[in-house]
């Protein structure tokens, strides 16, 4: 099929960008949407050109690196997809497709399409984990838990990290990641002991890092290449609720207490 | 155990007992000097991400590079299947030496039975720790961990996370690193990719590299490093690998002086979707878990095969007597979990034969129908979803419906940097873990023993084998005022400036694509004397075309990902000629290595024990002058050497 392109490009972080245009000829239905850039690429430097610089990695739809505005959407058509799953059959001859970066705030553009995501990787510095010491650990089965939990914990934790929640977010909000993440600790019985702190210092750091609130558009579940569920954020904001409640009765300790506004 | 300068550093004592007292015998750095050690961790992948986090915990101070944008990316997310533990929770036999037993004959006799056994001891204490870190493997509705099978073995020891262990294990990997970066023990360096060693003196004490979004290079002194930066699958351009998967690390290391060993055994995975068209940039994996519910078949006729090619037949109506289900026919006793190297030979063989299915004739089938009868569609839905779903969306067909179609593809490479039993390269200070190193998996790595070595690697033994080196240097003793810095920094940037100068008219990809073709046809599934010396007079051409016609646009201190994937595809040209010349010299069959003219009469690869059962590590020694060879003596205490058979 023939199509036609309009890609957002920017020099750098500091300039400004714009829209190009570029003919897409020849694009076979089976070539996925990253294999068609790939192509477009191919012709741009045959004539000497900058390529578009677009971020990937695995291609498979799990490392979360690739990252396309297509048509507006945050990783294109299709429902559970990333951007890199999405195949050029679900395009018609003719079309003009358009494709930008991810945008929000938090996440400035580097290059082209390329966008820096790094603020999720310090909202799970801020307590996105387990404090478990290599070695440590009690033998696994020590502590069964039910399929169900296990089954739900899991559905949280399939978050990918790409961001798409944030760029279809109004209001460049960060909470499906962020619920996926609390969920995933706070549903096993491992994750108990630090649960108040870490939703504590995990919301605090989003809200320092400049993300928006939730006001219930859902647009992030419906873009969510790993069909994480916005029941997430319901749960984000109970355990908020309760930790922050109890913290006026029981304050944490001061150590637990850091980075905890 | 030492030839020549190759010693393995195998302890002494029985098997079972080796690692344990080892780790008593070694010495040990006291808690409050071990801040005084500053380690490099390259790679943040299941290996690297579980040594820095480890590390930091114990109190070194350690710096972790990776290339892409959050450590949390690193390609180990894209494991599927599952990952090996000797815990017998399914009381059928399984143990520690079961476990070890299965990975020395599934690496075909060819892996150190030291490492081996270590692996197999610490394969238990993974899965506590990554429980206890919350990774939320499946589980029986008692809430007892659950397991699957994988090729290779007759127990059910793997776990698994959906379709997502690898995702699983390496955010678990992530969180402990996530928490020593909050704790300041690690800093952390994504979008930074490492071009080349630096060795002072003999020993390794740092790295150059460049920022991948300011170009700026520069360097990093340490009193070690440990390189865990990932498989070279990406040499034969389409592979299950991701993108940015590369050599670089590890060939600039060779180049410095490191061994480079076992570089010809590769693993070509069974069940892949086939290639579709030469636009293809990756090939996709579709796990080997598959393989406990899914059987593989083709049809026994030509005729047939063609119809269904041209697509006058469908899969669904070939009648059962028509249907091939070749590795439940020549391997009964592993049926459709045979291994690695043995399936993808057979559906090969098919292919070959004219009995290849995917309209470009090289594709064979994984059939689900009798499976849903059994258990119905739910439950295989449960089991592998996301894989059907992933399948669904490359090839537009419903796998629940109809067979999948599969062909074996570029999926694991068993060579690497040649370590001994501390994990240490032959430079003092250089350390190589998970897939980068040679050292567990022989000439055939089984499924889901991967993520076990990564984990193995970082979690559990570097914290013991690190502080054998560390206790025997002085902290802090080169910096990076050294010349040696400036001296390689100046290389990195000379090599970068020339990529960029050279102006030429083929793109980087384009270099790729062909060689990938090359190594492919003469050092893929199949290999023998001539195809490879063929290669071998070939590839130096090829790169030297490289360096006359290369194009990359743009300049170095910018995001320049045509940069990034020429320095790349530069180190993929020369070592594509290490790797023929190691299938060259091995003039055997064993494992992934198949010499066409070493072969059973039935088509079994024909092992030389009497002249091959040693690693072929390879030393550099310059540009125009070829590698040399030395050999470590494998040596066979505990196990005998047996013909491998799965029938
Ligand atoms: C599709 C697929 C499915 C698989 N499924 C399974 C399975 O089910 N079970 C199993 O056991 N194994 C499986 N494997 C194999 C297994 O995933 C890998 O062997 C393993 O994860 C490798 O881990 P690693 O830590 O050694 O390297 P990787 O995870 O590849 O990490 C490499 C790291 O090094 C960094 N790096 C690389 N080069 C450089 C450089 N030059 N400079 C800076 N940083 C660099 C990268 O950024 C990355 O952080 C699978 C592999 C694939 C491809
Ligand atoms: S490239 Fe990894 S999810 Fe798309």
């Not at chain 2, 290779?152 to 020593?180: C, N, P």
Request: charged share 25%.
């Amino acid at each position: 099929m023939n199509l036609k392109l309009k890609v957002w490009r920017q020099e750098n972080s500091s300039a400004t960008g714009r829209f190009e245009q570029y003919d897409a000829p020849g694009i076979p239905d089976d070539a996925s949407f990253l294999e068609m850039l790939d192509i477009v690429n191919e012709k741009i430097l045959e004539k000497g050109g900058d390529p578009i610089a677009f971020d990937h990695d695995c291609r498979e739809g799990i490392c979360g690196m690739c990252s396309l505005v297509i048509n507006g959407t945050p990783h294109g058509p299709g429902r559970a997809t990333t951007t890199c799953q999405v195949y050029m059959r679900h395009f018609r001859d003719g079309d003009t497709i358009t494709i930008e970066p991810f945008r929000a705030k938090p996440f400035p553009i580097l290059r082209d399409l390329v966008v820096d995501r790094s603020a999720f990787d310090r909202i799970q510095q801020s307590g996105g984990f387990i404090n478990v010491r290599s070695g440590s650990a009690p033998e696994a089965n020590a502590i069964p838990i039910p399929k169900n939990k296990a089954d739900l914990a899991m559905d949280a934790a399939a978050c990918i990290g790409c961001g798409a929640c944030v760029a279809a977010c109004p209001n460049a909000s960060a909470m499906l990641f962020v619920g996926a993440k609390v969920s995933h600790f706070a549903l096993l019985p491992q994750g108990q002991p630090e649960r108040r702190k870490r939703v504590l210092s995990m919301v605090a750091k989003m809200d320092e890092e400049g993300f928006g609130n939730c006001t219930n558009h859902y647009e992030c579940e419906a873009v969510c290449p790993a069909e994480i569920k916005v029941d997430v954020i319901s749960r984000l904001n109970r355990e908020y609720l309760a930790a922050s409640t109890l913290s006026l009765i029981e304050p944490l300790p001061n150590a637990a207490a850091e980075g905890v506004a | 155990m030492t030839n020549g300068k190759l010693d393995s550093k195998v302890p002494p004592g029985p098997l079972e007992k080796k690692w344990q007292e080892h780790c008593f015998n070694s010495k040990l750095i006291a808690p409050n000097n071990r801040r005084r050690f500053e380690i490099i961790v390259v790679g943040s992948g299941l290996a690297g991400a579980s040594a820095a986090a480890t590390l930091s915990e114990q109190g070194y101070r350690v710096k972790c590079f990776c290339y892409q944008d959050s450590p949390r990316r690193a390609h180990s997310i894209a494991a599927q299947g599952g990952i090996n533990a000797a815990k017998n929770y399914q009381n059928d036999g399984d143990s520690v030496y079961r476990l070890f037993y299965d990975t020395i004959k599934g690496g075909d006799f060819r892996a150190r039975e030291a490492n081996v056994h270590r692996l197999a001891e610490v394969s238990v204490n993974i899965i506590d720790q990554c429980v206890a870190q919350g990774v939320p493997f499946a589980r029986e509705y008692g809430g007892l961990l659950a397991n699957r099978s994988f090729g290779g073995a007759q127990v059910s020891r793997t776990f698994y996370a959906r379709g997502q262990t690898g995702q699983q294990l390496l955010l678990g990997a992530y969180s402990a690193l996530v928490k020593e970066i909050k704790n300041g023990g690690v800093q952390m360096f994504p979008r930074t990719e490492m071009l080349d060693l630096v060795v002072v003196d003999g020993h390794a004490k740092g790295i150059v590299v460049r920022n991948m979004v300011t170009g700026e290079i520069s360097s990093h002194a340490a009193d070690a490093v440990l390189l865990c930066t990932g498989g070279y699958g990406n040499v034969f351009y389409l592979s299950t690998n991701a993108k940015g998967c590369n050599v670089t690390a590890t060939y600039r290391a060779y180049k410095r002086g490191a061994y480079f060993a076992n570089p010809c055994f590769t693993q070509i995975h069974p069940t892949c979707i086939p290639v579709s068209g030469d636009y293809q940039s990756k090939l996709t994996l579709m796990s080997e878990s598959l393989r406990n519910d899914g059987r593989v078949w083709a049809p026994k006729s030509r005729e047939t095969a063609a119809r269904i090619r041209e697509g006058k037949m469908s899969p669904v109506d070939v009648p059962e007597e028509e249907r091939d289900y070749y590795l439940e026919r020549k391997y009964p006793s592993y049926g459709n979990l045979a291994p690695r190297d043995i399936s993808s030979r057979a559906a090969k063989e098919a292919c070959d034969d004219g009995r290849g299915v995917a309209p470009t004739g090289l594709g064979v089938f994984l059939d689900f129908s009798d499976s849903i009868k059994r258990l119905g569609e739910h439950v295989i839905r449960e089991r592998y979803g996301n894989l059907f779903l992933m399948y669904e969306n490359i090839t537009g067909q419903n796998g629940y419906k109809t067979p999948m179609m599969i062909y074996p593809a570029v999926h694991y490479t068993m060579g690497g940097l040649w370590v001994d039993y501390n994990l240490m390269s032959n430079i003092p200070g250089l350390f190589v873990l998970g897939e980068a190193n040679f050292s567990d998996h022989g000439a055939n790595r089984l499924g889901a023993s991967a993520l076990m070595q990564g984990l193995a690697d970082g979690y559990f033994v570097i914290p013991h084998t690190l502080p054998v080196y560390l206790a025997t240097i002085k902290p802090g003793s080169v910096t990076v005022k050294n010349p040696e810095f400036e001296s390689v920094r100046f290389e990195v940037a000379d090599r970068t400036r020339r990529l960029l100068s050279i102006k030429g008219k083929r793109t980087v990809d384009s270099f790729h694509r062909e060689l990938g073709m090359l190594v492919w046809d003469k050092c893929g599934m199949a290999r023998d004397k001539a195809g490879l010396e063929e290669a071998i007079s070939r590839i130096p051409a090829l790169r030297e075309e490289f360096w006359k016609n290369i194009f990359v646009p743009g300049q170095g201190e910018q995001l320049n990902q045509s940069l990034e994937k020429a320095g790349r595809v530069a180190d993929f040209l020369e070592f594509a000629e290490l790797m023929c010349r190691d299938a060259l010299a091995r003039e055997e069959s064993c494992g992934g290595h198949f010499r066409t003219e070493y072969q059973t009469p039935d088509g079994e690869a024909l092992r030389d024990d009497d002249h091959f059962a040693h690693v072929s590590a390879w030393e550099y020694t310059g540009e125009d002058t070829p590698p040399v060879l030395h050999k470590e003596q494998l040596k066979f205490e505990s196990v005998s050497l047996q013909t491998r058979s799965y029938k």
